[in-house]
């Protein structure tokens, strides 16, 4: 079954420093997202991205962040420089196309990465 | 704006009885509902979802939620526990028809005690 691959798993890093987080979303998908759920709390929307530009961002995607598709296959979340309070599981999901823009968006989510930072 | 509050974040029951998520929602217009299970370790999977067709809906592994309106709410159950059962429920929310943002609750973990 097809599936969203999230790597690192796991990102250790000083507050301060630049992070990449990458997905590889299903192939034929067209709609792609990025969640977060800091412990404890809800799973937040951050950003969604359609044909190749940002269609929908949040009030946290702020200067911070960006979201790139550098090629046909990888959709990377970059936070420029960390704070204490990124610190979170980073969920990145995509979607397929509906038939006539119709129906329920069902994402199908990558396992995530827990990013710490220090 | 549209949300969805999950009472419970941890609910324990024992294996063979029922399990019942609670679910709430908040939405000026039609919505669609979702439940999704979160396994260890693995990405959030979709167990069932309510688009205004039945309000009974049936998911994966026996699941099945409710849409009722008059409650605004969307509980998710199953009449016997499975100890395979045990992982992070999330009810979810989007506006009707296409591509909408879709807005998750906090998420309620639940264990079976054998």
Not at chain 1, 5 to 33: A, D, K, W
Not at chain 1, 68 to 86: C, V
Not at chain 2, 35 to 55: D, E, F, H, I, M
């Amino acid at each position: 079954e097809p599936e969203v691959t999230q790597t690192p798993s796991h990102q250790v890093t000083q507050m301060g420093q630049e992070v990449i987080l990458r997905c590889v979303p299903i192939s034929n998908h067209l709609y792609f997202y990025w969640y977060r759920q800091i412990l404890g709390q809800k799973v937040e929307f951050l950003v969604s991205f359609y044909n190749n530009e940002i269609s929908e961002k949040s009030e946290i995607f702020d200067d911070q962040f960006s979201v790139e598709r550098p090629d046909g296959s990888n959709f990377t979340l970059k936070i420029r420089s960390t704070k204490l309070e990124d610190s979170a599981m980073y969920f990145c999901a995509s979607s397929e196309a509906l038939r006539g823009g119709f129906g329920a968006n069902v994402l199908t989510f990558g396992a995530g990465s827990r990013l710490t930072v220090l | 704006a549209q949300s969805v509050t999950q009472l419970g974040s941890h609910v324990s029951v024992s294996e063979g009885a029922l399990v019942l998520l609670r679910c709430n929602y908040s939405s000026s217009v039609p919505p669609y509902l979702f439940w999704y299970v979160q396994y260890p370790n693995q990405g959030l999977q979709l167990l069932l979802k309510y688009t205004s067709a039945a309000t009974l809906v049936k998911g994966i592994n026996g699941f099945e939620a409710e849409f009722k309106k008059s409650e605004t709410s969307f509980h998710l159950t199953k009449p016997s526990a499975h100890m395979s059962d045990a992982a992070e429920y999330f009810c979810a929310v989007s506006r009707a028809g296409g591509y909408q943002k879709v807005t998750f609750g906090i998420g309620t973990k639940l264990q079976v005690i054998p």
